[in-house]
């Protein structure tokens, strides 16, 4: 099973463009990258997309490192 490392969620902006959410794992964090300037604007479906896109980078994260928490605390 590979390894996934980015996901993009479908999104609009408020003028009704349509734009994406991306999430990836940097080393041990997750980043989110939302339209720049913009606001995301998320069908209730693509709610459920970005959810599981952040619970997988959350598991590659613990996976890669260990299962540790990591806190900036």
């Given at each position: 099973?590979?390894?996934r ?9 408020l003028?009704?463009r349509r734009?994406?959410l ?7 964090r997750v980043?989110l ?17 970005l ?15 260990g ?7």
């Amino acid at each position: 099973m590979a390894v996934r490392d980015e996901w993009a969620i479908s999104c609009r902006d408020l003028a009704g463009r349509r734009r994406e959410l991306t999430v990836f794992v940097s080393s041990d964090r997750v980043v989110l990258i939302a339209p720049p300037g913009e606001a995301a604007v998320l069908a209730p479906l693509d709610v459920g997309r970005l959810r599981a896109a952040l619970r997988d980078a959350v598991v590659q994260v613990a996976a890669t490192h260990g299962g540790r928490a990591i806190d900036d605390g």
